[in-house]
């Protein structure tokens, strides 16, 4: 979605406060959405951390992606020496591993301070209320909710440094606008969310035909658009206005809804190079 530029001036300067707060922290924890492990990375942090500190991937919201996927990935990390973590914040699971990971990441013992970094939406927020086993970060559904950096005491050995999802200014690669306006990371009233939801459509037909069948209970045309495949979608929800037209705009809505909330089964939009 090549149109897809958000960088509003709080994302320039939650940048410029994440480089003046590097040294502050032992390590750097990078949230990223585990059904999009590529788009969901900002390439911007390499500058801003790289070098300077030790960097855990947390691969988020594994029990959204696709099993199988996420193992590709996992090869891919391990075979390319990427740290990395998978867990789901809001159940919990592999948040029992991060004060480990980090600590190994170190490579020395004693108490540590991490910071909290990634794009919008990957639930950065929520996943600090779970390491932490209280709710301390402002949590939504909705992208750039956190502002300001937010000090979190995990316990008397770990802190945690909250800051604030920020995008690049530009998404040379269409495909990365897309993947991320799918899952939420760029907010809904700056794009055309009925293009956006036949775009997904497609995606889905291409890697998940199922998962449109199982939800919305037809057989993708090979041959159909996506907005061909939208306004389907509609009738058989039954989403339809005065002459018989069909209400796309409705049904966008609820598409993006009920795949972002994983109603459409687990689904992962990209793979490693190579696979």
């Not at 929520?126 to 086993?133: E, R």
């Not at 939801?197 to 069948?213: C, F, Q």
Request: a positive charge; glycine letters at 8%; charged letters at 30%.
């Amino acid at each position: 979605m090549a149109d897809v530029q958000w960088f509003p001036g709080h994302m320039k300067k939650a940048e410029r406060m994440m480089q003046d707060s590097l040294r502050l922290v032992d390590a750097v924890c990078e949230v990223a959405d585990a059904r999009i492990p590529f788009s969901s990375r900002n390439p911007d942090l390499d500058a801003i951390v790289s070098g300077r500190k030790p960097r855990l991937l947390i691969l988020n919201r594994a029990d959204q992606a696709d099993p199988a996927v996420t193992a590709q990935w996992r090869a891919y990390y391990k075979a390319n020496g990427v740290p990395f973590l998978e867990c789901d914040a809001r159940s919990g699971r592999g948040m029992k591993d991060l004060a480990r990971a980090l600590r190994a990441l170190r490579g020395k013992p004693g108490p540590m301070r991490a910071m909290v970094a990634g794009v919008p939406n990957v639930g950065k927020s929520t996943f600090i209320n779970k390491v932490s086993g209280r709710k301390t970060a402002a949590v939504s559904d909705r992208p750039g909710v956190t502002r300001g950096k937010q000090w979190i005491t995990v316990d008397s050995r770990l802190e945690l440094l909250d800051t604030p999802g920020i995008l690049w200014p530009r998404f040379d690669d269409p495909a990365v606008g897309d993947a991320l306006a799918f899952t939420g990371a760029v907010k809904d009233d700056v794009l055309d969310t009925e293009a956006l939801a036949a775009k997904l459509l497609v995606t889905l037909r291409a890697l998940y035909p199922g998962a449109i069948r199982d939800r919305y209970k037809f057989d993708p045309d090979p041959e159909a658009q996506g907005w061909e495949l939208l306004e389907t979608c509609a009738r058989k929800r039954g989403f339809l206005m005065a002459g018989g037209n069909v209400n796309t705009e409705r049904m966008a809505a609820v598409l993006l809804d009920e795949f972002r909330g994983g109603k459409l089964g687990r689904i992962s939009l990209e793979r490693p190079v190579g696979d």
